[in-house]
């Protein structure tokens, strides 16, 4: 096995604790930062796909979220003067006014975050209008809504109505997210851009839109 | 054909009178019904709808000297829960909680955790040592005396468990501490479930020996998409831990009834295995019920009810109608069916559709089993 293996290994067999030192070996190598970061993403990657498809559950996709954070924070001081130590973009994320459900959400930042997001976590029980009031403070590019209950997901229709009356909804996406979430129901009668019952899932969508955003 | 009688008899696999019917309604989709019918107690509205109180379930209480504080009494008044109830005994745990700001439409209100006492601990011995609630408090088994006295020949009385394992492990120790405890310290996690199992134990026996016909458990233990940890980390580290409390109510002749939401498909064969015998909600959004039947049928009782977070809010009548005759016609044959809502028919649900839903149920719900094509 390549030390490169090693590295997506270490992310897909969450070797939480031992991650540094694998880290530290392979810059050892002479592996650089960026290098080292594609295949811990390229791990995460994969623990992705494996928890869409059903063969890791959710625990195992939040620890090794965790992983790659540990990961993290030897990598990121390092990759600050080289190219590809930015951010992948920022997501506003909170579950909507009403809906205290907290698991998702953290999952779900602790997921991009490992992918080199940077997330702005507003809480739980947030007021549709504070969802647009801290986009811009901190010029997001997307905004994430956590909503577990059929009760609540109909609210991200009101962060919808806030960005259009304030000429604000062509500057975000926004998706929103939830154990119970029928997503072309949502997408039609919420007017959210996605909606997904899958964490991983979301996380693509959220990587694709940043991508398509960087090709403009 | 009593409630009870009803209900035994399908638990016993063989086909009762009709489908036992349930139905779990928020309080203002209650309200909104008995305004429909023109009706003015909830019992009236049961009977109205055709569901029967087939069971009773009882926890441990407070002691008898307790007196709710002030701020309790109105976390329960905005929460709907009971002061005395499984709910507010958070109290005595030592977890704390807020509740979540009011939505439009809805008379109660959400609440969330702010702390977990056992967060902090990095010992196994502070689990080991850490004092619990005393089951030898004077008046803790009052309520389960008053609820056997009450209800003995009319319901099967259940012995509330309830949170016993997984999910007060994490009430105590925090989500995602205790899933990484699972993943990467696994002694503690160990003692942390293994300190409830004894506590629960004795719970289990004392509730038992004062009447209750059997053991209840509230656990969640998936998403709609699927479990919250790798079924084999269950079989390991719950799936024994269950099976020691299951067999309090399995030695006396008693049943077991769990409840988890989500999708547990991985992990019914064990529950069966370990001897469950309802199974709650089944939940039909994630859920292969025809499946579940096909391969369980025989050994366990499927306790479902159509999909709260789709057909009922969403659908139509018409929609509703047709989810209600597909269950009826392919999971009530020979019995081991309970049906009504698969979870509580919140506030956003339209009348007609709980209506519709409980029409059908008492037109093709008696035996045998006869479903227009549909």
Known sequence: MTTKDYLKQAIVEMKYEEVSSIVHAALKTGLTPLVILENLRDGLGIVGDKYHNGEYFLSELYMAAETMKNALQIIQPLLSDEKGGESEGTVVIGSIEGDIHDFGKTIVSSLLTAAGFNIVDIGIDVPPPRFVDEAERVKADIIGISALLSTTQPSSKKVIEELESRGLRRKYKVILGGTGVDAEMAVQRFGVDAAVFDGSEGVRIIKSWMEEKKRE | MNPKERLLTTLDHREPDRIPLTANLSLDTRMK????????????????????????????????????????????????????????????????????????????????????????????????????????????????????????????????????????????????????????????????????????????????????????????????????????????????????????????????????????????????????????????????????????????????????????????????????????????????????????????????????????????????????HH
């Open chain 2, 33 to 372: 019904l008995q305004d429909h019918y023109g009706i003015k107690t909830w019992k009236e509205l049961y009977e109205k709808l055709g569901v029967e109180s087939d069971r009773a379930g009882t926890g441990i209480g407070p002691p008898r000297d307790w007196k709710p504080k002030a701020d309790l009494l109105e976390f329960c008044r905005e929460a709907g829960y009971s002061p005395a109830g499984e709910y507010t005994s958070f109290e005595e745990w030592g977890v704390k909680r807020k509740l979540g700001s009011k939505v439009p439409g809805a008379t109660l209100r959400q609440f969330f955790f702010t702390y977990h006492p056992w967060e902090h601990f990095t010992e196994v011995s502070q689990v080991e040592q850490v004092e619990l609630p005393d089951l030898e408090a004077p008046g803790r088994f009052d309520q389960a005396k008053r609820t056997v006295e009450e209800f003995r020949d009319k319901r099967l009385i259940f012995g509330g468990l309830y949170h016993c394992q997984w999910t007060r492990a994490w009430e105590l120790r925090g989500m995602m501490t205790f899933m990484k405890d699972l993943h990467t310290n696994v002694s503690m996690a160990e003692a942390i479930v293994d300190r409830l199992n004894d506590y629960y134990f004795d719970v289990a026996d004392r509730l038992l020996d004062l009447g209750a016909e059997g053991l209840s458990f509230n656990e969640d233990w998936g998403n709609n998409k699927s479990m919250f940890i790798p079924p084999n980390m269950w079989r390991r580290i719950f799936k024994p831990r269950y099976k020691r409390l299951f067999d309090r109510a399995k030695r006396r002749g008693g049943f077991v009834q769990f409840h988890s939401d989500g999708n547990i498909t991985p992990i019914v064969g064990d529950l069966v295995e370990i001897g469950a015998d309802i199974l709650n909600p089944v939940q039909p959004e994630c859920m292969d019920q025809l499946e579940v039947k096909r391969k369980y049928g025989e050994k366990i009782t499927i306790d479902t009810g159509i999909s709260v977070q789709k057909t009922l809010p969403h659908g139509t009548v018409d929609d509703v109608k047709k989810e209600v005759l597909h269950a009826i016609e392919h999971l009530a044959p020979g019995g081991g069916f309970i049906y009504g809502t698969s979870h509580m028919a919140m506030y956003d649900v339209p009348v007609e559709n709980v209506v519709a839903l409980y029409d059908t149920c008492r037109k093709y719900g008696k035996y045998p089993i006869e479903i227009p």
